[in-house]
């Protein structure tokens, strides 16, 4: 093959740390929100899509793409909360599907208010002028701004596992996560932990949103096919683990991203036979907890 | 005092106000049973386009320079009368979608004459539903297909450049200029391939070197697999093959890892939508070909005239490339039926073959074993400073005049002589 060396694996594996580190970021939100909520919401791309389109938003007001980093996260996660609060709290008694069902509608309903307030053609959204161009990584030139997207996503990593691990609330969560009647038992009100995990989780989704814009264009469908993807992440991970949706997030983008290499054709639907594997060998994923669903 | 009862066999006062009353009523109402003549009916001319779908923006430019057209005809006083009118539908940019579509435009409206669409595969869609049924159907959008038997009928005409010309006109200009080395990134389906194979046969002449053909599925967003190899293999041109949002996320990915700074980037078509979606960044210093621009107002009398039509009826916008088109095909149309003088399908055919006309871009005909316009392709370059209006996108650095050796021959195309 022309032009095969190291060199070029090398940045098709950066390629593929950049594609994966977006899906780490939805994959986490999606992981967090089943495993302590086990709701699979399926409105997740769509509060992907809203904080793209917030911080499209926030650029129109005039602000600028720092400012977005921290508003669009936090406008997200405040109108998560209101979702949880207002709609799926009332189905937590039901069952895995109502919560679903309404997920799968709110999806909907979200996409074609933002049509509705924005268009259905999507805007440019320009890379912030000081992550505009290409640099030298060593073994070849790649832009600034995917870096960026690989820095700002393990900045992200760190602050949540740093929440988690050495924060009292972030040990209720984990137990939480881990039993959540006995955890009633001890007196939480977990009604209130699963409100600010759903904020959190859906205040990562519309930050991934808001690092994609600049990659591809902000549309209002953009959710649907990285939620599709996203899935196989959450599968290979292991459903409500957070480890493992940063594993499995980056073990995809690097797959789609050497297999482009090898067999270009078969890019898309690597990670899917990827998922059929790991699903034959290990069914509850990397770290997953087995026998979640039932 | 007997009353008289009046046996007269005159009509009492009463009995005739009432039935004149009803009648007039009857006859003011909608209702009416008046013997309207077939003759009397507009001229109907069917319009499926994809007004829903990633080419929305482009659709809606069609059909506004479409009703220019049609208003034209009509306020130049028509077919001796007859006023003409267009009937817009929307095809989702999806072929079954198109069949059904014009089907419903052929038999419940009845319409004379059929223009449309975008998309490859929707024009083909569309094509055989009026080529079954007899009606004339001057195609909007690139095609190499509907040119060439099996999909030309005699009454499929051609209004917009093919695959073969743009990349041809556009291979021709850069392929001397800029190198021998291409790289070709290509979305994968027929607009894609045919383009391809278009400047591939254009660079033999100019001995240029393939690198290789990367295709990728249309709807992608993502290219920065791609995008590494390519650069990796130093190519002089880099052969961007893809439309719409495929086309403006290439071109910004393509920018963003640098590509620019060793290899030139050609397009077969640059379409004015997409420049204006993207932004100046995404497409600076990208060459490629289109049909119409604007600014051609300054050579030709007849740009002139319609972009100041355009200007007056839509509030000062200026027409693009394919608003030109949706112009174009109607008009052409509409003239035959003039020069005909009627609207029976043997004789406009007829009088569209042998049109000679100049309505927007300067002079065009119909050739006549494949119905295809030969018509000037202009080579543009994306401006991005000293913009004198919100339209001033690009500049116009070579114009390919008409000319039938740039087109494949009609033997090729299995047409007999």
């Known amino acids: 093959m022309a032009g095969l060396n190291l060199d070029l694996i090398g940045l098709q594996l950066f390629a593929g740390l950049a594609l994966g580190a977006i899906y780490v970021l939805f994959a986490i939100g999606l992981s967090l929100i089943f495993g302590m909520l086990t709701v699979v919401n399926f409105a997740h791309g769509a509060f992907y899509m809203v904080g793209a389109y917030v911080g499209l938003y926030v650029l129109m007001l005039g602000g600028n793409f720092w400012i977005c980093l921290v508003a669009v996260p936090l406008a997200v996660g405040l109108f998560g909360m209101l979702v949880e609060r207002l709609l799926i709290r009332r189905l937590y008694r039901r069952g895995i599907d109502y919560p679903l069902l309404l997920t799968f509608g709110l999806s909907y309903v979200m996409v ?67 039993d959540s009647q006995i955890v009633r038992v001890l007196g939480v009100d977990i009604s209130r932990i699963w ?47 957070i480890g493992g949706a940063v594993l499995a997030g980056l073990l995809v983008g690097i797959v789609i991203s050497l297999s482009s290499l090898f067999v270009p054709e078969m890019a898309k639907v690597s990670i899917f036979a990827l998922m059929a594997i790991v699903l034959i060998v290990r069914p509850q994923g990397f770290f997953g907890r087995a026998g979640l669903m039932s | 005092m007997t009353t008289r009862v009046s046996k007269s066999r005159s009509i009492s006062r009463r009995r005739l106000l009432t039935t004149a009353g009803v009648g007039a009523a009857i006859a003011a109402s909608p209702f009416r049973i008046s013997p309207l003549r077939a003759e009397e009916a507009n001229i109907k001319i069917g319009f499926p386009v994809p007004l829903t779908g990633p080419y929305g923006t482009e659709a809606q430019d069609q059909v506004r320079a479409a009703q220019l057209a049609v208003a034209q005809f009509n306020d130049a006083g ?17 072929p079954g979608e198109a069949a059904t579509r014009t089907l419903e435009l052929v038999e419940k409206e009845k319409v004379n004459f059929v223009v449309g669409s975008l998309s490859a595969a929707v024009q083909l ?30 009454f499929t005409f051609h209004e917009a450049l093919n695959p073969h010309m743009t990349s041809g006109a556009v291979g021709r200009y850069a392929f001397p200029k800029f190198g021998k080395k291409v790289a070709f990134l290509t979305a994968d389906y027929a607009f894609g391939h045919e383009m391809v194979r278009g400047f591939l046969e254009v660079g033999k002449a100019f001995n240029i070197e393939n690198l290789g053909d990367f295709r990728h599925p249309i709807g992608t967003t993502d290219f920065s697999t791609l995008l590494p190899r390519i ?44 420049r204006v979606a993207a932004g100046p960044q995404a497409f600076e210093g990208v060459i490629g070909g289109c049909s119409f621009y604007w600014g051609i107002e300054d050579k030709f009398a007849s740009t002139k005239a319609f972009n100041d039509a355009f200007r007056k009826m839509y509030n000062g916008k200026l027409p693009t490339d394919y608003g030109a088109l949706g112009y174009g095909g109607v008009r052409a149309v509409l003239s035959a039926v003039k020069n005909a003088g009627s609207v029976d399908t043997d004789k406009v055919i007829a009088a569209l073959e042998a049109l000679k006309y100049d309505y927007y871009k300067g002079p065009q005909y119909y050739r006549k074993c494949d119905h295809q316009s030969v018509q000037s392709v202009l080579i543009i370059r994306s401006k991005s400073k000293g913009l004198r209006n919100e339209s001033d996108v690009f500049e116009v650095i070579s114009t390919e005049e008409p000319n039938e050796a740039h087109l494949r021959t009609c033997e090729e195309l299995s047409h007999k002589a």
């Not at chain 1, 808001?210 to 991970?237: C, D, K, N, R, Y």
């Open chain 2, 125 to 154: 869609a569309i094509n055989n539903v009026t080529k079954e049924r007899g009606i004339i159907f001057n195609s909007i959008s690139q095609s190499d297909a509907i040119n060439q038997v099996p999909d030309f009928s005699r």
């Open chain 2, 78 to 94: 028509g077919l001796g009368g007859r006023k003409a009118e267009l009937v817009v539908r929307d095809d989702k940019l999806n």
């Open chain 2, 231 to 274: 650069q990796a293999l130093k190519p002089d041109i880099l052969c961007i093959s893809n439309f719409g949002r495929d086309q403006q996320i290439a071109l910004r990915q393509a920018t963003d890892f640098g590509i620019k700074k060793t290899t030139q980037i050609i397009v077969p078509v640059l379409s004015h939508g997409s």
């Open chain 1, 112 to 178: 074609e208010l933002v049509r509705i307030a924005f268009g259905k053609i999507g805007y440019p959204f320009d890379t912030p002028e000081l992550l505009q161009g290409a640099v030298n990584i060593g073994v070849g030139y790649f832009p600034l701004y995917r870096l960026f997207v690989i820095g700002a996503t393990a900045a992200v990593l760190l602050c949540l596992w740093l929440f988690l691990e050495r924060t009292r609330f972030g040990l209720i969560i984990r137990a939480g996560a881990r």
């Open chain 1, 195 to 241: 409100l600010i995990v759903f904020g959190i989780g859906t205040a990562i989704a519309g930050f991934a949103g808001l690092l994609a814009a600049p990659l591809q264009g902000v549309i209002p469908e953009m959710g649907s096919t990285i939620l599709a993807e996203a899935f196989v992440v959450t599968v290979v991970g292991g459903m409500g683990s």
